[in-house]
């Protein structure tokens, strides 16, 4: 069964070749590896020329972003699995191995193979791996989403092994989004699934805190996307089903948005808080951090914002 891993490949000459190896030491061989450049600026694309081969094809675009390259990727790609990688993160070297058996043991198409993530920086032997709710599997699929949307966990996008045929029925990464777009295409992946099958030694290294994205997330733009994310996830799940548990889980969602957000743009905040009122669900209940909620108890979730508008809580 072949599988595809499919990298995005914008300015990261520092981690590109490194990522590429971590596909080539795979324990499980029959893979191919599509290397989307979206138009880099500096050496990444000719890195990954230099491993052009049967087993990787390195393809370029004009900049468009990460979802597209992933969009285009997919269309180039034939293996019957997907796996995402980003072009700084790192396999373990039976990170596929040890998912695709448990695909064969379980003998059911639809279902979503998910394994373990941790973070690192530099050096991969210090990564500090993520345990967490969501490491377990999971018979009914939305109820991933709940737990996640409920702040007990969250999934790196290169820890999902996915059947093509998911993909192919939960369409492709929304283009226009441009922070969390990750998180929308695997919600839809996710509902298309008929079960999630946590293989806990099948490890993604995420790499983190090397740029200046914290600038960029708290950008108009991004955080516009963000909020959009939240708003699709509603569409998206109460489509398939509605209860006091998944409108509860949505809402929990739009009051971090508005927590973390507030004083960067309190004008997408109110449009968080109408979502949350439409959700019809009761008053707003304290998020964040635990000195936030206690004064939130006190004196309301919307006057505490106000407070940490001036003072860090």
């Not at 050096?123 to 993520?130: A, I, M, Y």
């Not at 109110?270 to 008053?283: M, N, P, R, S, T």
Request: hydrophobic share 35%; glycine share 4%.
């Amino acid at each position: 069964m072949l599988v595809s891993v499919l990298i995005p490949l914008y300015n990261s000459e520092k981690y590109i070749t490194e990522t590429i190896q971590s596909v080539l030491d795979q324990s499980y061989t029959n893979i191919e590896c599509i290397i989307m450049d979206d138009g880099s600026t500096d050496n990444s694309l000719s890195i990954a020329q230099q491993f052009t081969s049967d087993k990787v094809l390195v393809f370029t675009q004009q900049n468009k972003g990460a979802s597209a390259a992933r969009n285009k990727a997919f269309e180039n790609s034939t293996g019957e699995l997907i796996q995402y990688l980003d072009a700084d993160d790192l396999l373990h070297p039976d990170k596929i191995k040890l998912q695709v058996e448990n695909y064969h043991k379980h003998q059911n198409p639809d279902i979503l193979l998910s394994g373990t993530w941790g973070r690192f920086t530099l050096d991969k032997n210090q990564v500090q791996w993520e345990h967490q709710v969501l490491n377990k599997n999971y018979s009914q699929p939305f109820s991933w989403l709940i737990d996640s949307w409920n702040g007990l966990g969250m999934a790196q996008p290169g820890v999902w092994l996915t059947p093509r045929k998911l993909i192919e029925k939960a369409g492709p990464w929304h283009e226009s989004l441009s922070l969390n777009d990750d998180g929308e295409f695997f919600c839809r992946v996710i509902l298309q699934a008929s079960s999630i099958i946590h293989v806990p030694d099948s490890q993604v290294y995420y790499r983190s805190n090397i740029n200046t994205s914290l600038s960029q997330s708290r950008s108009e733009k991004a955080l516009a996307s963000e909020l959009k994310s939240y708003q699709l996830y509603e569409h998206h799940i109460l489509a398939k089903a509605d209860n006091i548990e998944i409108r509860t889980a949505l809402a929990n969602n739009y009051l971090n948005f508005i927590y973390q957000f507030y004083t960067d743009d309190k004008q997408l905040a109110q449009k968080a808080e109408q979502a949350f009122l439409k959700l019809k669900i009761g008053k707003m209940w304290p998020v964040g951090g635990k000195r936030f909620k206690q004064i939130a108890k006190l004196i309301g979730f919307k006057n505490t914002l106000k407070i940490k508008s001036y003072i860090k809580l």
